[in-house]
């Protein structure tokens, strides 16, 4: 089992380019997640997805989109790139709500 | 909003006990505690989790007071490789938007 995968696993954007970072879990797992992590600071929940066709805001989801494909899948999309996204970007999934959560390997986003 | 406190840093040596002490007053009747580890370029992995007591997994143990306003993270016999970020999180008591990592505790294990 591969866990959690993100793509890609850099990628570096000009200001005002959209781009979507793919996430995928093959836990069977009911949700999905997910965090920006800036330089030296805690993770920060953009959006969260319970289950299979629903999704919720987290606490920071000004400038992201999100798509929950199917059980699998969790995507985020940047629709518009400024600088201030630039972070490192983290997928995770759990069971579901609340409980141990697991994380993929992340996306390093740097935005010009 | 259960924010949470935690030390900014920590320093101990191998085999020692390390107790990593988090801040929540905030924290909501339902609210669950976890505590997560992270090294360097990786993303975060699962410790434990508890509502009130002790938990105790192999390899760490989980301290909360009745008041539930702080936790407690207890490794035992640390080593080396335990040289990480651990971030105590606070939430999913029915405002699953507030779950809220802290900034996390850099701990140091020196030989």
């Known amino acids: 089992n591969a866990g959690v995968t993100q793509t890609p696993k850099f990628q570096v954007l000009k200001t005002g380019q959209s781009m979507t970072l793919q996430c995928a879990q093959d836990?069977?797992?009911?949700?999905m997640y997910w965090y920006r992590q800036d330089p030296g600071m805690g993770l920060r929940l953009i959006y969260y997805?319970?289950?299979?066709?629903?999704?919720d805001k987290g606490e920071v989801p000004n400038g992201y989109n999100v798509s929950r494909l199917n059980k699998r899948e969790f995507s985020l999309r940047l629709e518009s790139a400024a600088p201030s996204q630039t972070s490192v970007y983290f997928c995770?999934?759990?069971?579901?709500?609340?409980?141990?959560?697991?994380f993929g390997p992340g996306t390093r986003l740097t935005v010009l | 909003l259960a924010k949470t406190t935690q030390p900014i840093s920590m320093d101990s040596y191998e085999g020692q006990e390390v107790n990593i002490t988090c801040s929540h007053n905030n924290i909501a009747t339902n609210d669950y505690i976890t505590w997560y580890q992270q090294f360097p370029s990786q993303g975060p992995r699962f410790i434990i989790q508890g509502y009130k007591t002790k938990v105790t997994n192999e390899v760490a143990s989980l301290f909360i007071p009745a008041d539930r306003k702080s936790s407690t993270l207890s490794l035992p016999r640390v080593s080396l490789s335990d040289t990480a970020v651990y971030y105590c999180?606070?939430?999913w008591g029915g405002g699953y938007n507030k779950l809220i990592f802290g900034a996390g505790t850099r701990l140091a294990v020196h030989p």
């Open positions: 997805s319970a289950s299979e066709g629903t999704t």
């Open positions: 836990m069977n797992h009911n949700s």
């Open positions: 995770a999934s759990s069971a579901r709500l609340g409980v141990e959560q697991f």
């Open positions: 999180l606070v939430g």
